[in-house]
């Protein structure tokens, strides 16, 4: 069964603002990772979160992990145009790097 | 340090023809893994490979795809008589051994068309 559910599956804004994308699982896993991709590109490992965190930050993305509701964030604060991309949730439950991948957000960010 | 290079990047075959989508891991990366993805979807999961070695290819669909990493040259995803159906992006990953990081590194991806 497909492991991660995203929402919104679209979502559009202005630069400056910033943009909440959402994530939810089924199953119990090891990690959780974001990735980006831009239209017609391959994808770009934005960050992993493990099973033992809650919450971590990269520049301008922060991402929390709930276990409990099996659900997690990723936040990309003050938006620039150049982040329009799909952006996808990925769990791994045996740590073996293979990833169930959820359908993704379609962020679009006007300048 | 070169990323993961696929190629080709875009391929067209008519029905019942032969794919072959090739994929050179990041120098030190001895794990590859493909993924299919569809329009406006997510990437699937196909084949989990280590040199010489399928170690898990649950993905796979049963008859027509085989996946290949010998231990000298690139990874290979061969479709045989393709169908309409069988058209989509494919991807190739590589990692050192997901247990350093975690992460995997994308290639671009090979477009198959099937007409």
């Known amino acids: 069964s497909q492991q991660g559910e995203e929402d919104p599956q679209a979502l559009s804004i202005q630069e400056g603002e910033n943009a909440t994308m959402n994530c939810s699982y089924k199953t119990s896993i090891n990690n959780l990772q974001w990735y980006r991709q831009n239209s017609g590109r391959g994808l770009v490992h934005l960050i992993l979160i493990r099973s033992n965190e809650r919450e971590k930050h990269s520049g301008r993305l922060r991402v929390t992990l709930d276990t409990s509701k099996k659900s997690s964030s990723l936040l990309i604060t003050a938006s620039r145009a150049a982040d329009t991309a799909s952006y996808f949730c990925?769990?791994?439950?045996?740590?073996?790097?293979?990833?169930?991948f959820g359908q993704g957000t379609t962020l679009q960010v006007k300048p | 340090n070169a990323g993961v290079m696929q190629n080709p990047r875009h391929l067209v075959r008519r029905r019942g023809q032969e794919a072959r989508l090739r994929c050179s891991p990041m120098?030190?990366?001895?794990?590859v893994y493909w993924y299919r993805q569809l329009p406006e979807e997510g990437l699937k999961f196909m084949v989990y490979?280590?040199?010489?070695?399928?170690?898990?290819e649950s993905g796979m669909p049963k008859e027509r795809f085989s996946a290949e990493f010998p231990k000298e040259g690139p990874s290979i995803l061969r479709i045989q008589q393709v169908v309409r159906g069988d058209s989509a992006a494919y991807f190739c990953a590589s990692s050192p051994g997901v247990q350093e990081t975690g992460e995997l590194f994308f290639g671009e991806g090979s477009r198959l068309t099937v007409l």
């Open positions: 490979l280590q040199k010489e070695n399928i170690i898990d």
């Open positions: 990925a769990t791994d439950a045996s740590n073996t790097g293979k990833l169930i």
């Open positions: 120098k030190g990366h001895s794990h």
